[in-house]
């Protein structure tokens, strides 16, 4: 009988708070983890290949450890599907923000609710992010997608130095990366061609 730690981060970049790798693995192993599998994947992909792994070395008595449900469920649906199926194996399941989930009628009945209350949760904060796009697209200076990093004038004047410079050369004294150089560089020779 194994207890099993499973943490899980959408991107390498999502170190932020509670849900770095690093803090659920914190977690899994004060929970009494002896084996505990990581991966960096969105959670919108289906192929997680080491929860995969995890679910594949699991027996009868064992105990799956999570921090929390999103951590291997893309919602509530898949979520029960998972939990159903580890209860058919005789595998217990410890949502660490929710609790031991049992395999009897009111272990499943919690889980249920508690699952569909974190997908309301995940749903209102998407819907929450989609108003406030709305409302910051009013504005007239809003732009979509990431803030430009680098200013007109720096681009200039890395395309200046380029005339004298190699690629590698500007890259390294002005920090704009070679394909943006050559996006800029493409873009300037468009203008000066219309």
């Known amino acids: 009988m194994t207890k099993y730690g499973y943490a899980r981060v959408s ?27 990581e991966e960096a994947f969105t959670g919108t992909k289906i192929d ?5 792994r995890l679910l594949d070395q699991l027996k009868e008595g064992d105990t799956l450890v999570v921090t929390k449900l999103d951590r291997f469920a893309r919602s509530t649906v898949e979520g029960i599907n998972v939990v ?16 031991l989930v049992e395999n009897s009628p009111t272990g499943k009945l919690v889980f249920t609710i508690m699952s569909a209350f974190a997908e309301f949760e995940r749903d209102m904060i998407v ?40 690629y590698k050369q500007v890259e390294e004294l002005t920090g704009i990366s070679k394909s943006t150089l050559i996006r800029a560089k493409k873009h300037q020779e468009e203008q000066n061609a219309g």
């Open 84 to 99: 159903k199926q580890l209860f058919e194996r005789g595998i217990k399941v410890h949502i660490l923000n929710m609790g």
């Open 11 to 37: 991107t390498r970049k999502q170190e932020i708070g509670g849900n770095s790798l690093e803090s659920q693995i914190e977690k899994l192993q004060s929970e009494g983890c002896q084996v505990i599998f």
């Open 127 to 166: 819907e929450r992010t989609q108003e406030g796009k709305a409302v910051a697209r009013q504005r007239d200076d809003f732009k979509d997608g990431r803030p430009k990093k680098f200013t007109k004038k720096q681009i200039a004047h890395a395309l200046q130095l380029l005339q004298d410079h190699s």
């Open 48 to 52: 997680r290949p080491e929860f995969k």
